[in-house]
């Protein structure tokens, strides 16, 4: 009988998504290793992490450091970055930026995850893709699409590799969400954009970490290799 308390690696825990899933899983008694590159206070039942995700040395110690002391249930990648900007001007220093976080990073997440997750007879990955990977967008660096169709792609071959170890791997596709991140659009087309949506309003942290916590859960036992929308409708893919 395995007695360790039931464990989960959330990446990007500093930010209003990550924090979001932290007290989520904190909330039902689980051990968290909250891991980003800023700064994150310890509370108890939490433990940081200081990670860049772009380096796989620190995000391979990430694993087995939540291994060690912990039944490790899931692993959430949920780092990323974000650069406003008109497309025309979008610079090459941005573009290997954003990818090397929010594609490369999500890729030593994921093969990190698979590994440890596979070793432990099974587990679930869940990662954060984002509506701009499905339909791009203007106003934003065209890296940040593309770098989350990536995730949509790379989670669908790690769903397909996970699936022989127990190992089910799906990502969330949001739309845009109140936070700081949007907020980088400034006020007006933020409203813009949220009046654009059929619901009328921006997507909230509490109703992304919700569908995360289905597929990062027990109870999803089928749905493998799934990039679910989360928009309020603005995207249906059929
Ligand atoms: N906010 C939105 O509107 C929105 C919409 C769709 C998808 N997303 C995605 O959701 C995820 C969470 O975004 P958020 O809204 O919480 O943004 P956020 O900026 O609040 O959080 C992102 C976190 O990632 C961390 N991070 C950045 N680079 C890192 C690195 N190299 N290593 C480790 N951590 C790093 C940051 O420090 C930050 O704490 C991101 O992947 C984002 O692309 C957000």
Redesign the pocket.
């Known amino acids: 009988m395995d007695d360790r308390p039931r464990g989960v690696v959330v990446?990007?825990?500093?930010?209003?998504?990550?924090r979001t899933l932290c007290r989520s899983f904190l909330g039902d008694g689980f051990a968290v290793y909250a891991?980003?590159?800023?700064p994150i206070d310890a509370v108890p039942g939490l433990v940081p992490v200081r990670?860049?995700?772009?380096d796989r040395g620190q995000v391979l110690g990430l694993a087995d450091l939540a291994s060690r002391d912990t039944r490790l249930e899931a692993w959430v990648n949920?780092?990323?970055?974000?650069v406003a900007c008109a497309v025309d001007d979008a610079d090459e220093a941005s573009w290997h930026r954003i990818l090397s976080?929010?594609l490369t990073?999500t890729y030593h997440g994921c093969a990190a995850a698979l590994a440890t997750l596979a070793r432990a007879g099974g587990g679930r990955i869940v990662n954060?893709?984002?509506?701009?990977g499905q339909l791009g967008g203007t106003g934003v660096h065209p890296a940040?699409g593309a770098s989350?169709a990536g995730v949509h792609a790379l989670t669908k071959t790690y769903a397909l590799e996970g699936a022989r170890h127990g190992v089910l791997c799906n990502a969330v596709a949001?739309?845009?969400?109140e936070?700081?991140?949007?907020r980088e659009f400034g006020d007006r087309r933020r409203d813009r954009l949220a009046q654009a949506n059929p619901m009328r309003r921006?997507?909230r942290?509490d109703e992304?970490a919700g569908v995360v916590r289905f597929l990062a859960g027990p109870s999803n036992t089928y749905v493998n290799g799934a990039i679910v929308p989360v928009n309020g409708g603005a995207y249906m893919p059929s």
């Not at 891991?35 to 800023?38: P, R």
């Not at 990670?51 to 772009?54: G, K, L, Q």
Request: charged letters at 10%; proline letters at 2%; glycine letters at 20%.
């Open positions: 990446t990007g825990a500093a930010g209003d998504l990550g891991a980003d590159v800023a990670v860049d995700v772009t949920a780092a990323g970055i974000f976080v929010n990073g954060v893709g984002s509506i701009s940040y989350k949001p739309g845009l969400l936070g700081s991140m949007s921006l997507g942290m992304i």
